[in-house]
Nanobody
Framework: QVQLVESGGGLVQAGGSLRLSCAAS????????MGWFRQAPGKEREFVAVISRSGEITYYADSVKGRFTISRDNAKNTVYLQMNSLKPDDTAVYYCAADPSVPSGSSRSGEYVYWGQGTQVTVSS
């Protein structure tokens, strides 16, 4: 069992930045690829970014590429999502998730076994 707790969400103006954190507890953090997903009102949950177990491989959705950066600190059992140049379309609840099966990580939500409770990000125009 892995418990995930997100933090760092909030209200920001368009063009601003936020840094989300996801603290993990339970099993060995470095055994999991970690992903960030988001869900806007009335929309399906969508992939944002993923980082491999070692942190060497990252992958982003086209909509955030060049603006968001995912990173992890295995010593602190934490994964981060640095979000720059935020747009109103980035408004959503952001979730972190742990994938035990794909070492390099996956963009498919079905691969993820453990999920956090989510943190709200609101970008005003």
């Amino acid at each position: 069992q892995v418990q995930l707790v997100e933090s760092g969400g909030g209200l920001v103006q368009a063009g601003g930045s936020l840094r989300l954190s996801c603290a993990a507890s339970g099993r060995t953090f470095s055994n999991y690829a970690m992903g960030w997903f988001r869900q806007a009102p009335g929309k399906e949950r969508e992939f944002v970014a993923v980082i491999s177990r070692s942190g060497e491989i990252t992958y982003y959705a086209d909509s955030v590429k060049g603006r968001f950066t995912i990173s992890r600190d295995n010593a602190k059992n934490t994964v981060y999502l640095q979000m720059n140049s935020l747009k109103p379309d980035d408004t959503a609840v952001y979730y972190c998730a742990a994938d035990p099966s794909v070492p390099s990580g996956s963009s498919r939500s079905g691969e993820y076994v453990y999920w956090g409770q989510g943190t709200q990000v609101t970008v005003s125009s």
